[in-house]
Nanobody
Framework: QVQLVESGGGLVQAGGSLRLSCAAS????????VGWFRQVPGKEREFVAA????????YYTNSVKGRFTISRDNAKNTVYLQMNSLKPEDTAVYYC????????????????WGQGTQVTVSS
């Protein structure tokens, strides 16, 4: 089992920045690929970014490319999502998820999920 806890969400004005953290405990976290997803009420959970177990491969949805950066520190069992130039449409609950192999944006192939952290971007 891998337990994931997100933090770092909050309220920010458009154009501002936030850094989300996904802290893991349990099995060796460095063996897992990690993805960030987001969800707004009434919509499906959507892919945001993913990072391989080593950090050598990253992948982003088009709407966040150039604004968001995913990274990881395996010594701290933590994955980060640096979000810059935030827009109101980035408002959502953000979730991190872990997968035993590279899955990229394939939501249903992630094995473990956190409880989410709310990000609200005001205009």
């Amino acid at each position: 089992q891998v337990q994931l806890v997100e933090s770092g969400g909050g309220l920010v004005q458009a154009g501002g920045s936030l850094r989300l953290s996904c802290a893991a405990s349990g099995r060796t976290f460095s063996n897992y690929a990690v993805g960030w997803f987001r969800q707004v009420p009434g919509k499906e959970r959507e892919f945001v970014a993913a990072i391989s177990w080593s950090g050598g491969t990253t992948y982003y949805t088009n709407s966040v490319k150039g604004r968001f950066t995913i990274s990881r520190d395996n010594a701290k069992n933590t994955v980060y999502l640096q979000m810059n130039s935030l827009k109101p449409e980035d408002t959502a609950v953000y979730y991190c998820a872990a997968a035993k192999s590279w899955t990229g944006a394939r939501r249903y192939e992630y094995d473990y999920w956190g409880q989410g952290t709310q990000v609200t971007v005001s205009s």
